[in-house]
């Protein structure tokens, strides 16, 4: 699996006629992280590989595609190893939750609230992961449309000012927005869209529950 992902890196990379040291001072780290990551020796966390994929001016999913096609009815089967590698390859694969259609006011992540299951690499998921289908266009300056699924790490706390959180606000509304807060304790929920009015919350009178932080996005053809 991780072997595939390095190759998708490497590919990438080339076609935006990166070295691997360039590469690596755009994301932070050396140039042997790069050559390890490509090579399948290092694995890599969902987080890096979504500012991976930003920087390389890819979706999320070209690197974590899989090669294995379905097999009709017509279709000749795999046998000996070409039928293991597709087991192993399903067998690295989990999936983790949908969450339908949710009603203002409910904690978002509940079992009444899941539609279906989104499959992703096991290694990488760890029970923290949900999918959402995102509604409206208020964060298409983030470049999360309507209809995208979002990939939410499960945690109750934000990681840093301008970080996108999926939130519940005044026990209302649940919103996808990014989070900044002031010096004072005041925080205010920006959508990606000047269309889109700000959510100011004022320290000690609004109550804000953090239900998870954006982590990436996968896009798919309206329909599925």
Known sequence: MYFKIG??????????????AELGVKLGVS???INYYEKGKRKIGIDDLYRMA?????????????????????DKQPSGSNRENINNTFNDMTGIPVLGTVSAGELLYSEQNISGYLPFPRKMADGKYFALRVKGDS??????????????????HVDFNG???CALVNGEENTLKIF????????????ANPAYPDIVLQHGKDALVIQGVFAGVF????GL
């Open 7 to 20: 190759a998708r890196i490497k590919k990438a990379r080339e076609e935006k006629y990166l070295t691997q």
């Open 219 to 222: 896009k798919f053809p309206k």
């Open 163 to 165: 970080q996108i959180v």
């Open 180 to 191: 900044l807060q002031d010096e004072n304790g005041n925080i205010l929920l920006k959508a």
């Open 54 to 74: 930003n920087a390389l001016g890819k979706p999320l999913e070209y690197f974590l595609g899989r090669d294995v096609g379905s097999v009709g009815r017509g």
């Open 139 to 156: 964060m298409t300056g983030e470049g999360i449309y309507d209809g995208d699924l979002v990939l939410i790490r499960r945690q109750s």
């Open 31 to 33: 140039a042997t992280a």
